[in-house]
């Protein structure tokens, strides 16, 4: 019997792995470059984690969670979003201890019962950012222009940042109920799951995507404009910030939400026009109680996260730009030529690969060597190279060690093969490579 991956939880083959590593690789050295530390939570949490942060009204929540009962009846969950659990684990570990203020970031697959459809996996990727301690509007500044800075270095143009604020608790306590009844009226208009949301929580209405709900709610009041004081001025300086201090362009989209209880103040979204329908790369925003409701200790907080599968649909051929590493094949025919090879592929990744990284840096993987151990025929080994997409073949045999010297066969140009002294391989290769 042959099995299948199940429906939505897609294998990532060894052919498209390396777009994946180079975006994650930008990304971990833009965000620890800005002060981020990495945070890895475990997959499986407390069901409570979510209902409890998310929201029990929600489709994430009532809809989409895998959720089931252990042996020893305990509510799990597979994570469907990752700010839920990074807080469980900043107050479980009592982080606001070592700084006032912490920069996390992560990188991983969430899941989502859903159907599958473009830019829509049951098992997907994010990568996100979290500042958390502080309710101070230039955190919700900063925390957008690295969501824009991440994006432009992925190579994507086009995009556009939806920006909004939903005020504190009291204001969306009060826009609720004016919301609730200017769609008292329109009851019988508004689809099944709306109907719902208008009693548990009417907000959830704005985020419909239903082609008749949309209609109705365009001419609702709108919750930026009924922000108290404190919230108005806080929106307006992070407005300000984004202009000014970062150089950030965005649209005000006043009947956006989101679709997570735990948002106060600022959200954001952010689409691209190559996504169609669900045109959303990512998004996020301010969740200053969120903390506290943990048992945490009363500081505010923002983040984002980001698609990874949506962004490679955006970048639709460029993501091919996120290049393969060259490989190098060393065909080696007899035992001395087996161990010169063996030395010759480690002085090539020392070179070309800064490993170990200098500084501490994330190193960038330039070459690839592939070694052939076996007994076959050059004729045999060629093919392998070729077979697996080799730039450069290095050629070793007897003679060539006798004489201190190494063919090389250009697989890119075509061009014949040559000899060359074997001290002068390294440099070679990297000049083939452009790498010099």
Known sequence: MMYKSIRGM???????????????????????SNGYSEIRTPILEETAVFSRSIGDTTDIVTK????????KGRGLSLRPEGTAPIVRAYVEHSLHRISNQSRLYYIGPMFRSERPQKGRSRQFHQIGA?????????????????????????????????????????DKDKFSGKLKNYLKGKKNKLCADCNNRLEKNCLRVLDCKNEECVKIVKDSPDIADNL?????EHFGKVKMMLESYFGVQFVESKK????LDYYTGTVFEVTHPDLGGQDALGGGGRYDNLVKEFGGPNVGAVGFAIGIERVFIALGDKKDLFGSPGLVYIATLGGDAKIKG????????????????????LYNLNVVTLLDWTDASLRSQMRSADRNGARVVIILGDDEIKQNKAAIKDMENKEPQFLIDIGSVVDEVGKRMGLC
């Not at 989409?64 to 042996?71: A, N, P």
């Open 10 to 32: 897609e294998d990532i083959l060894p052919g498209g792995i390396r777009a994946w590593q180079s975006l994650e690789r930008i990304a971990r050295i833009e965000l620890e």
């Open 342 to 361: 063996r030395k010759l592929a480690e002085e090539l990744r020392l070179r070309w690969n800064g490993f170990p990284p200098p500084d501490g840096r």
């Open 228 to 232: 108290c004081g404190r919230c108005g």
């Open 256 to 259: 956006m939400v989101r679709g």
């Open 130 to 170: 979290e500042i958390i301690g502080s309710s101070e509007p230039q955190m919700d500044a900063e925390i957008i222009a690295r969501l824009s800075d991440l994006l432009k270095l992925f190579g994507l143009e086009a995009f556009q940042i939806k920006l909004n604020s939903l005020g504190c608790k009291d």
């Open 64 to 71: 989409e969670m895998y959720t089931f009962v252990d042996k």
